[in-house]
């Protein structure tokens, strides 16, 4: 992982889309390593924001919640799809069938937009312990 | 139409079902297996939730809302996240609100059933009705089931 894949990440969970296009888009910028780290970042952050003890209703609630944030959210992701993608991180289930585009009438996304997406909801952050402001700290 | 006694025995069961009565429910449901009574059950089961969800959001609602409400449907019991399906419940909610019916949402009848059936549950149960509240959203709900027609009528 480089300093650029790190700051294109920290760009994106602080919201500053603007610098995180203008890193990602740079040339060499390793788009393989940016996105093993945006995978890695978003299991580090359901391990936080999850813990051990979980079920399936804290899941659906969570994923409620970020979908209930803005009309782009509830449309952008697919909730069935970003429940998998976090019991995945838990060991439960596999995603290995969203790794390309999901084809369908509901969704065009991918598993990693859906990453994406929940990582950067507002807030995602407050419920974490004190163990650091980010995943990538 | 349907004889009066479907009516009055079809409410009969919604009342045992809001109150919790289920051993009345089951009593009453084996009463009526196989009568027509069981079709007007189920129409009325269907027109109860559709004015329990409007009268829920009082004609203000955002898509948010409808989220947060199937979420809710979805955490009790915990078993509830995994048979529901998030986005056919919600557009079920959202077709009974009015809105135009999703034809991308492709909602399977378990996720309708169980979505009818808890909304009007947790709606009607979060207002804690008296018993004549009770009996005036049954009456209303028998009234505009009875208007409605089902297409093999």
């Excluded at chain 1, 740079?26 to 996105?35: E, L």
């Excluded at chain 1, 079920?55 to 969570?62: C, E, I, P, R, S």
């Excluded at chain 2, 419940?89 to 991308?104: F, K, W």
């Excluded at chain 2, 808890?118 to 149960?125: E, N, Q, R, Y």
Aim: proline share 4%; charged share 25%.
């Amino acid at each position: 992982v480089t300093d650029e894949q790190t700051a294109a990440l920290r760009a994106l969970l602080v919201d500053d889309m603007d610098t995180h296009h203008l890193l990602f888009a740079r040339p060499g910028v390793g788009k393989a390593g940016y996105t093993a780290l945006v995978t890695a970042a978003f299991c580090e952050a359901a391990e936080r924001r999850f813990g051990a003890r979980h079920d399936a209703a804290d899941l659906a609630g969570f994923v409620a919640d970020v979908r209930s944030r803005s009309n782009r959210l509830a449309s952008d992701i697919d909730p069935l799809i970003a429940e998998r993608v976090i019991r995945a991180v838990f060991g439960s289930g596999s995603v290995g069938d969203l790794s390309d585009a999901v084809a369908g009438p509901r969704s065009s996304c991918s598993a990693r937009w859906q990453q994406m997406s929940i990582l950067t909801m507002p807030g995602w952050t407050r419920s974490w312990p004190a163990r650091g402001s980010s995943p990538i700290s | 139409m349907m004889p009066d006694t479907d009516w009055a025995d079809a409410a009969a069961m919604l009342r045992a079902k809001l109150t919790s009565d289920e051993r009345g429910l089951r009593r009453l449901t084996a009463q009526v297996a196989g009568r027509s009574a069981a079709d007007a059950y189920s129409l009325l089961l269907t027109t109860a939730f559709g004015i329990a969800v409007r009268q829920y959001f009082r004609d203000r609602y955002t898509a948010a809302d409808v989220i947060l409400l199937v979420a809710k449907l979805r955490s009790d019991p915990p078993e509830a996240a995994e048979t529901i399906d998030p986005v056919g419940a919600e557009s079920v909610i959202r077709t009974a609100l009015g809105e135009p019916n999703d034809p991308d949402a492709e909602t399977d009848d378990t996720t309708r059933a169980l979505t009818e059936d808890g909304s009007l549950m947790l709606v009607i149960g979060d207002r804690q009705l008296t018993d004549e509240e009770l009996d005036a959203f049954i009456a209303d709900a028998v009234t505009e089931a009875g208007k409605a027609r089902r297409p093999s009528q």
